[in-house]
């Protein structure tokens, strides 16, 4: 079993940042596939970045400019780095982990995903 916690969310105005976490726990969490997917009321989960278990990086052609995927290797720690932030990126902003996923942005591939942590942009 898998649990995921997301937090650094928050309210920031236009042109801010944050760096969102999900602390991994659980079977096999060191060598899982992780992304990073946000979701808005009424529409479907979309995919940001993500990193497979053995480092490998898929960005969101939209968003790869200002969001960066990455991950500490020695406390099971995802990051999301989100620069430039603007009013659009307002969503909740969810980690997932699965295993040997062969599309890293659709969000059916995930197994595990944690509750999300809320992002507003002003």
């Known amino acids: 079993h898998v649990q995921l916690v997301e937090s650094g969310g928050g309210s920031v105005q236009a042109g801010g940042s944050l760096r969102l976490s999900c602390t991994g726990s659980?079977?096999?969490?060191?060598?899982?596939?992780m992304g990073w997917f946000r979701q808005v009321p009424g529409r479907e989960r979309e995919g940001v970045a993500t990193i497979s278990g053995g480092g490998s990086i898929t960005d969101a052609d939209s968003m790869k400019d200002r969001f960066t995927i990455s991950r500490d290797d020695v406390e099971d720690i995802w990051y999301l780095q989100v620069n430039d932030l603007k009013p659009e990126d307002t969503a909740r902003y969810y980690c997932?982990?699965?295993?040997?996923?062969?599309?890293?942005?659709?969000?059916?591939?995930?197994?595990?995903w944690g509750h999300g942590t809320q992002v507003t942009v002003s």
């Open positions: 659980g079977d096999g969490i060191a060598v899982r596939d």
């Open positions: 997932a982990a699965g295993r040997s996923i062969y599309r890293p942005l659709d969000a059916s591939s995930y197994l595990y």
